[in-house]
Protein backbone atom coordinates (compact mmCIF):
# COMPACT_ATOMS: atom_id res chain seq x y z
CA UNK A 1 0.00 0.00 0.00
CA UNK A 2 1.35 3.65 -0.86
CA UNK A 3 -0.39 6.39 1.24
CA UNK A 4 0.28 10.05 0.46
CA UNK A 5 -0.70 12.31 2.95
CA UNK A 6 -1.04 16.58 1.85
CA UNK A 7 2.37 15.31 0.05
CA UNK A 8 3.71 18.41 -1.15
CA UNK A 9 6.85 19.62 -3.26
CA UNK A 10 7.62 23.25 -4.02
CA UNK A 11 11.07 24.12 -6.75
CA UNK A 12 10.86 28.26 -5.46
CA UNK A 13 8.11 29.68 -5.55
CA UNK A 14 6.77 26.85 -7.84
CA UNK A 15 4.38 24.29 -6.27
CA UNK A 16 4.92 21.26 -8.81
CA UNK A 17 2.86 19.06 -5.77
CA UNK A 18 0.70 20.74 -3.80
CA UNK A 19 -1.31 18.57 -0.97
CA UNK A 20 -1.69 15.47 -2.40
CA UNK A 21 -3.59 12.73 -0.45
CA UNK A 22 -3.66 9.22 -1.95
CA UNK A 23 -4.26 5.52 -1.72
CA UNK A 24 -2.64 3.13 -3.60
CA UNK A 25 -4.47 -0.25 -2.66
CA UNK A 26 -3.66 -3.95 -2.98
CA UNK A 27 -5.02 -6.08 -5.28
CA UNK A 28 -5.85 -2.90 -7.65
CA UNK A 29 -4.30 -1.00 -10.71
CA UNK A 30 -4.58 2.73 -9.62
CA UNK A 31 -4.17 4.83 -12.69
CA UNK A 32 -2.28 7.80 -11.93
CA UNK A 33 -3.06 10.41 -15.00
CA UNK A 34 -2.31 14.20 -14.88
CA UNK A 35 -1.50 16.09 -18.29
CA UNK A 36 2.17 16.84 -18.98
CA UNK A 37 3.96 18.44 -15.89
CA UNK A 38 1.17 17.80 -13.78
CA UNK A 39 3.82 17.09 -11.08
CA UNK A 40 2.77 13.08 -11.52
CA UNK A 41 6.58 12.06 -12.19
CA UNK A 42 7.76 14.36 -8.70
CA UNK A 43 5.32 12.66 -6.39
CA UNK A 44 6.21 8.97 -7.48
CA UNK A 45 10.23 10.10 -7.24
CA UNK A 46 8.82 11.86 -3.35
CA UNK A 47 7.46 7.95 -3.15
CA UNK A 48 10.90 5.96 -3.40
CA UNK A 49 13.00 8.79 -1.67
CA UNK A 50 14.47 10.52 -4.77
CA UNK A 51 13.05 14.02 -4.27
CA UNK A 52 12.17 15.06 -0.80
CA UNK A 53 8.83 16.18 0.31
CA UNK A 54 8.47 20.22 1.28
CA UNK A 55 5.52 18.96 3.32
CA UNK A 56 3.17 16.20 3.89
CA UNK A 57 4.48 12.48 4.03
CA UNK A 58 4.27 9.07 1.81
CA UNK A 59 4.52 5.96 3.30
CA UNK A 60 4.96 2.52 1.32
CA UNK A 61 3.74 -0.05 3.43
CA UNK A 62 3.67 1.65 6.49
CA UNK A 63 6.94 3.68 6.54
CA UNK A 64 8.84 5.67 4.38
CA UNK A 65 10.90 4.00 1.33
CA UNK A 66 14.31 4.50 2.65
CA UNK A 67 12.91 2.66 6.52
CA UNK A 68 12.93 -0.21 4.77
CA UNK A 69 15.85 -2.72 4.43
CA UNK A 70 15.21 -4.40 1.39
CA UNK A 71 13.63 -2.18 -1.07
CA UNK A 72 13.49 -3.96 -3.68
CA UNK A 73 10.94 -6.26 -2.17
CA UNK A 74 8.08 -3.94 -1.14
CA UNK A 75 7.67 -1.99 -3.90
CA UNK A 76 9.40 -2.58 -7.69
CA UNK A 77 9.66 0.70 -10.02
CA UNK A 78 10.28 1.59 -13.60
CA UNK A 79 10.59 5.32 -13.45
CA UNK A 80 13.32 6.04 -15.96
CA UNK A 81 13.74 2.81 -18.53
CA UNK A 82 16.98 4.44 -19.98
CA UNK A 83 18.94 4.96 -16.78
CA UNK A 84 21.41 1.57 -17.36
CA UNK A 85 24.37 1.52 -17.84
CA UNK A 86 24.83 0.97 -21.70
CA UNK A 87 27.71 -1.08 -21.89
CA UNK A 88 26.32 -4.00 -19.64
CA UNK A 89 24.29 -6.92 -21.07
CA UNK A 90 20.46 -7.10 -19.94
CA UNK A 91 21.36 -9.83 -17.63
CA UNK A 92 24.43 -8.43 -16.01
CA UNK A 93 22.31 -5.00 -15.23
CA UNK A 94 19.55 -7.44 -13.44
CA UNK A 95 22.19 -9.76 -11.80
CA UNK A 96 24.05 -6.49 -10.29
CA UNK A 97 20.16 -5.23 -9.01
CA UNK A 98 19.74 -8.71 -7.68
CA UNK A 99 23.10 -8.85 -5.81
CA UNK A 100 21.88 -6.03 -3.78
CA UNK A 101 19.72 -8.03 -2.28
CA UNK A 102 20.96 -11.20 -2.50
CA UNK A 103 18.15 -12.41 -5.12
CA UNK A 104 19.07 -15.75 -7.07
CA UNK A 105 20.09 -15.70 -10.48
CA UNK A 106 16.82 -18.15 -10.53
CA UNK A 107 14.89 -15.27 -10.43
CA UNK A 108 17.00 -13.01 -12.92
CA UNK A 109 16.24 -15.89 -15.53
CA UNK A 110 12.31 -15.67 -14.43
CA UNK A 111 12.10 -12.28 -15.37
CA UNK A 112 14.11 -11.83 -18.08
CA UNK A 113 11.62 -14.56 -19.12
CA UNK A 114 8.43 -12.83 -17.87
CA UNK A 115 9.12 -9.72 -20.12
CA UNK A 116 10.21 -12.02 -23.07
CA UNK A 117 13.57 -10.48 -23.02
CA UNK A 118 15.30 -14.26 -23.42
CA UNK A 119 16.53 -13.92 -26.94
CA UNK A 120 18.19 -10.74 -26.13
CA UNK A 121 19.69 -10.86 -22.46
CA UNK A 122 23.16 -11.29 -23.42
CA UNK A 123 22.88 -8.26 -25.96
CA UNK A 124 24.11 -4.66 -24.08
CA UNK A 125 21.67 -2.52 -23.14
CA UNK A 126 22.55 0.61 -25.34
CA UNK A 127 21.79 -0.95 -28.34
CA UNK A 128 18.14 -1.86 -26.99
CA UNK A 129 15.12 -0.05 -28.05
CA UNK A 130 13.12 2.14 -26.30
CA UNK A 131 10.53 -0.86 -26.42
CA UNK A 132 13.26 -3.37 -25.31
CA UNK A 133 14.30 -0.45 -22.10
CA UNK A 134 11.07 -0.57 -20.96
CA UNK A 135 10.33 -4.41 -20.89
CA UNK A 136 14.09 -4.73 -19.16
CA UNK A 137 13.41 -1.87 -16.94
CA UNK A 138 9.48 -3.43 -15.86
CA UNK A 139 11.99 -6.72 -15.13
CA UNK A 140 13.51 -4.90 -12.95
CA UNK A 141 11.06 -3.46 -11.20
CA UNK A 142 9.66 -7.45 -10.79
CA UNK A 143 12.65 -8.79 -9.64
CA UNK A 144 12.44 -8.35 -5.83
CA UNK A 145 8.83 -9.95 -5.92
CA UNK A 146 7.45 -7.14 -4.77
CA UNK A 147 4.09 -6.50 -3.05
CA UNK A 148 3.99 -3.24 -4.99
CA UNK A 149 4.83 -2.18 -8.01
CA UNK A 150 5.16 1.41 -9.23
CA UNK A 151 5.25 2.34 -13.24
CA UNK A 152 5.82 5.73 -14.62
CA UNK A 153 4.13 6.03 -18.21
CA UNK A 154 5.23 1.67 -18.44
CA UNK A 155 3.23 1.68 -22.23
CA UNK A 156 5.73 4.74 -23.63
CA UNK A 157 7.68 3.35 -26.33
CA UNK A 158 5.75 -0.18 -27.24
CA UNK A 159 3.99 -1.48 -29.92
CA UNK A 160 1.03 -3.09 -29.77
CA UNK A 161 2.07 -6.22 -28.99
CA UNK A 162 3.71 -5.10 -26.27
CA UNK A 163 1.14 -2.54 -24.81
CA UNK A 164 -1.32 -5.77 -24.44
CA UNK A 165 1.71 -7.70 -22.63
CA UNK A 166 1.75 -4.22 -20.40
CA UNK A 167 -1.84 -4.48 -19.89
CA UNK A 168 -2.43 -8.31 -19.32
CA UNK A 169 0.92 -8.36 -16.44
CA UNK A 170 -0.33 -5.51 -14.50
CA UNK A 171 -4.36 -6.81 -14.37
CA UNK A 172 -2.77 -10.66 -13.30
CA UNK A 173 -0.28 -8.21 -10.71
CA UNK A 174 -3.04 -6.80 -9.50
CA UNK A 175 -5.11 -10.23 -9.21
CA UNK A 176 -2.24 -11.47 -7.25
CA UNK A 177 -2.69 -9.16 -4.66
CA UNK A 178 -0.40 -6.80 -5.40
CA UNK A 179 -0.94 -2.81 -5.22
CA UNK A 180 0.06 -1.67 -8.83
CA UNK A 181 0.43 2.22 -10.04
CA UNK A 182 1.08 3.30 -12.92
CA UNK A 183 1.56 6.60 -14.57
CA UNK A 184 0.15 8.12 -17.63
CA UNK A 185 -1.25 11.26 -19.51
CA UNK A 186 -3.88 8.57 -21.88
CA UNK A 187 -7.05 8.51 -20.35
CA UNK A 188 -8.67 5.72 -22.26
CA UNK A 189 -5.30 3.45 -22.38
CA UNK A 190 -5.27 3.92 -18.27
CA UNK A 191 -9.49 2.91 -18.37
CA UNK A 192 -8.69 -0.37 -20.38
CA UNK A 193 -5.80 -1.54 -17.15
CA UNK A 194 -6.92 0.53 -13.92
CA UNK A 195 -9.82 -0.17 -11.35
CA UNK A 196 -8.63 3.11 -9.99
CA UNK A 197 -7.90 6.73 -10.88
CA UNK A 198 -6.08 9.45 -9.09
CA UNK A 199 -6.02 12.29 -11.77
CA UNK A 200 -3.63 15.27 -10.76
CA UNK A 201 -3.76 18.99 -12.67
CA UNK A 202 -0.48 21.75 -11.48
CA UNK A 203 -0.18 19.17 -8.68
CA UNK A 204 -3.39 19.12 -7.17
CA UNK A 205 -5.73 16.03 -6.66
CA UNK A 206 -8.88 16.65 -9.31
CA UNK A 207 -10.53 13.12 -8.88
CA UNK A 208 -10.02 10.42 -6.91
CA UNK A 209 -12.63 7.67 -8.33
CA UNK A 210 -12.91 4.14 -9.80
CA UNK A 211 -12.71 4.26 -13.68
CA UNK A 212 -16.73 2.66 -13.76
CA UNK A 213 -17.68 6.12 -11.89
CA UNK A 214 -15.49 8.05 -14.30
CA UNK A 215 -17.27 6.25 -16.98
CA UNK A 216 -20.75 7.05 -15.69
CA UNK A 217 -20.29 10.53 -14.81
CA UNK A 218 -18.24 11.31 -18.30
CA UNK A 219 -22.04 10.90 -19.16
CA UNK A 220 -22.84 6.92 -19.43
CA UNK A 221 -22.70 5.30 -22.11
CA UNK A 222 -26.25 4.95 -24.03
CA UNK A 223 -27.35 2.23 -26.17
CA UNK A 224 -28.29 3.36 -29.79
CA UNK A 225 -30.93 1.14 -31.05
CA UNK A 226 -32.23 0.99 -34.64
CA UNK A 227 -36.03 -0.85 -35.66
CA UNK A 228 -38.18 -0.91 -38.19
CA UNK A 229 -40.96 -0.36 -35.17
CA UNK A 230 -38.87 2.18 -33.44
CA UNK A 231 -42.37 3.91 -32.03
CA UNK A 232 -43.39 1.20 -30.64
CA UNK A 233 -39.92 0.22 -29.40
CA UNK A 234 -39.71 3.79 -27.59
CA UNK A 235 -42.76 3.29 -25.63
CA UNK A 236 -42.04 -0.69 -24.50
CA UNK A 237 -39.12 0.49 -23.22
CA UNK A 238 -40.70 3.89 -21.30
CA UNK A 239 -39.66 3.49 -17.36
CA UNK A 240 -38.82 6.01 -14.42
CA UNK A 241 -35.09 6.39 -15.16
CA UNK A 242 -34.98 5.90 -19.02
CA UNK A 243 -34.12 8.35 -21.47
CA UNK A 244 -34.36 8.18 -25.28
CA UNK A 245 -34.25 10.39 -27.88
CA UNK A 246 -34.39 9.68 -31.65
CA UNK A 247 -31.95 11.42 -34.75
CA UNK A 248 -33.97 9.03 -36.80
CA UNK A 249 -37.32 7.84 -38.02
CA UNK A 250 -35.69 4.34 -37.14
CA UNK A 251 -32.87 4.89 -34.69
CA UNK A 252 -32.94 5.45 -30.66
CA UNK A 253 -30.75 6.59 -28.26
CA UNK A 254 -31.52 5.12 -24.66
CA UNK A 255 -30.09 5.83 -21.15
CA UNK A 256 -31.09 4.15 -18.21
CA UNK A 257 -31.18 0.23 -19.98
CA UNK A 258 -28.07 -1.47 -21.29
CA UNK A 259 -27.72 -3.63 -24.18
CA UNK A 260 -28.53 -6.72 -22.93
CA UNK A 261 -32.16 -5.53 -21.43
CA UNK A 262 -33.30 -3.47 -24.28
CA UNK A 263 -32.76 -6.82 -26.46
CA UNK A 264 -34.98 -8.78 -23.94
CA UNK A 265 -37.74 -6.23 -23.81
CA UNK A 266 -37.46 -6.10 -27.86
CA UNK A 267 -37.92 -10.22 -27.73
CA UNK A 268 -40.50 -9.94 -25.36
CA UNK A 269 -42.62 -8.02 -27.18
CA UNK A 270 -41.64 -9.01 -30.99
CA UNK A 271 -40.15 -5.96 -31.94
CA UNK A 272 -37.21 -6.25 -34.86
CA UNK A 273 -34.08 -4.91 -34.13
CA UNK A 274 -31.62 -4.36 -37.04
CA UNK A 275 -28.66 -2.68 -34.42
CA UNK A 276 -28.08 -2.74 -30.67
CA UNK A 277 -25.15 -0.27 -29.76
CA UNK A 278 -23.23 0.08 -26.91
CA UNK A 279 -22.21 3.81 -27.15
CA UNK A 280 -18.60 4.41 -25.62
CA UNK A 281 -18.19 7.40 -23.89
CA UNK A 282 -15.20 9.80 -24.98
CA UNK A 283 -13.04 8.98 -22.03
CA UNK A 284 -10.40 11.67 -23.23
CA UNK A 285 -12.90 14.36 -23.85
CA UNK A 286 -14.12 13.69 -19.74
CA UNK A 287 -10.47 13.88 -19.05
CA UNK A 288 -9.37 17.11 -21.13
CA UNK A 289 -12.73 18.49 -19.79
CA UNK A 290 -11.88 17.84 -16.06
CA UNK A 291 -8.17 18.89 -16.57
CA UNK A 292 -8.48 21.76 -18.80
CA UNK A 293 -7.29 24.71 -16.42
CA UNK A 294 -4.86 22.45 -15.40
CA UNK A 295 -2.88 22.23 -18.72
CA UNK A 296 0.45 23.96 -18.21
CA UNK A 297 1.58 23.72 -22.02
CA UNK A 298 -1.54 24.30 -24.26
CA UNK A 299 -0.82 23.58 -28.18
CA UNK A 300 -2.49 25.82 -30.69
CA UNK A 301 -5.26 26.12 -31.37
CA UNK A 302 -6.21 25.56 -27.81
CA UNK A 303 -9.59 24.45 -27.67
CA UNK A 304 -9.56 20.67 -29.17
CA UNK A 305 -12.90 19.53 -30.19
CA UNK A 306 -14.88 17.19 -28.47
CA UNK A 307 -15.57 13.68 -30.45
CA UNK A 308 -16.67 10.57 -29.55
CA UNK A 309 -14.03 8.14 -28.86
N1 LIG B 1 14.16 19.72 -10.23
C1 LIG B 1 13.21 20.58 -10.62
N2 LIG B 1 13.35 21.90 -10.49
C2 LIG B 1 12.39 22.77 -10.89
N3 LIG B 1 11.21 22.40 -11.41
C3 LIG B 1 10.99 21.09 -11.58
C4 LIG B 1 11.98 20.10 -11.19
N4 LIG B 1 11.44 18.87 -11.46
C5 LIG B 1 10.23 19.08 -12.00
N5 LIG B 1 9.97 20.40 -12.08
C6 LIG B 1 8.73 21.01 -12.59
O1 LIG B 1 7.67 20.40 -11.93
C7 LIG B 1 6.52 20.28 -12.77
C8 LIG B 1 6.02 18.85 -12.71
O2 LIG B 1 6.95 17.98 -13.36
P1 LIG B 1 6.75 16.41 -13.42
O3 LIG B 1 7.86 15.87 -14.24
O4 LIG B 1 6.58 15.88 -12.05
O5 LIG B 1 5.37 16.29 -14.19
P2 LIG B 1 4.73 15.04 -14.92
O6 LIG B 1 3.28 15.07 -14.55
O7 LIG B 1 5.49 13.81 -14.64
O8 LIG B 1 4.87 15.44 -16.43
P3 LIG B 1 5.15 14.55 -17.76
O9 LIG B 1 3.87 13.83 -18.08
O10 LIG B 1 5.46 15.62 -18.77
O11 LIG B 1 6.30 13.64 -17.46
C9 LIG B 1 6.96 20.74 -14.15
O12 LIG B 1 6.51 22.07 -14.35
C10 LIG B 1 8.46 20.69 -14.07
O13 LIG B 1 9.04 21.68 -14.89
Redesign the pocket.
Known sequence: MIEARELTKR??D?T??DHLSFTVKPGEVTGFL??????????MRMIIGLDSPTEGSVTVNGRSYARHAAPLQEIGTLLEAKSVHPGRTAVNHLMALAHTHGIPRRRVEEVIELAGLTSVAGKRVGAFSLGMGQRLGIAAALLGDPGIVML??PVNGLDPEGVLWVRNLLRSLAEEGRAVML?S?LMSETALIADHLVIIGR?RLLADTTVDDFVQDAGGAGVKVASTEARRLRSVLAGPDVTISSSTDEELLVTGRDAREIGAIAAQHGVPLYELTPQSVSLEAAFMDLTRDAV?YHSAPADTERKAA
Open positions: YGKVVGPNGAGKSTTDESHGE
